[in-house]
């Protein structure tokens, strides 16, 4: 079977698929200052989009910054006390200078999360959805279209994220962190 999927990439509804609210939030990570710029726009979809939108069997959703207003990966490291490190390597990583799995596992080394830190985070951090999420997942599935997360952040993150909204753990791809006893130990995309 093949499934006709749209990707959404910081697209929101509140009350239909025919009006969409654009919300960007940008982290501008300059040495340790950060800095949040938002700006928001109401657009009406072309024919074109509607009808992607009509015929799609499934829409993906980026998670981070996207799906969600933050980063994990930031928000993770801020509660570890290493925020602004992590914020420095994130800013070299998207300067296209490291790839992208080594910029992780860097990040990663430098956390050093334990399973109990992230269940801690977990707890202390529940998720910070962008407004009009929850009413467009529900709409989207009300229509019979299958809902599916996609990010380069964490399954362990994600996952109480989809079960909250009704979306199958089977939608979720990410990355898994994969821990050893006394900390951390890799990740496996």
């Not at 992208?100 to 951090?125: I, T, V």
């Not at 362990?156 to 130990?185: D, T």
């Amino acid at each position: 079977m093949r499934l006709r999927c749209l990707a959404s990439s910081r697209v929101t509804s509140q009350t239909n698929l025919a009006t969409h609210h654009l919300r960007f939030v940008r982290t501008l990570c300059r040495s340790s200052v950060r800095r949040e710029m938002t700006v928001e726009a109401k657009l009406v979809p072309s024919p074109e989009v509607l009808e992607l939108w009509r015929n799609a069997q499934a829409v993906c959703f980026d998670v981070d910054s996207t799906f969600c207003v933050d980063e994990s990966i930031d928000e993770l490291a801020a509660f570890l006390g290493v925020g602004d490190q992590v914020a420095a390597l994130t800013a070299k990583a998207m300067g296209g200078t490291v790839k992208f799995q080594d910029a992780l596992a860097e990040r990663l080394s430098l956390m050093a999360c334990s399973q109990q830190q992230l269940q801690a985070f977990l707890q202390a951090h529940p998720a910070q959805l962008s407004p009009g999420i929850p009413e467009l997942v529900a709409k989207l599935q009300q229509q019979g279209k299958a809902v599916f997360l996609v990010s380069g952040g964490f399954r362990q993150i994600i996952h109480p994220i989809a079960e909250s909204l009704g979306i199958p753990l089977s939608h979720v791809y990410a990355n898994r962190l994969l821990f050893k006893v006394g900390g951390w130990g890799r990740f496996r995309p």
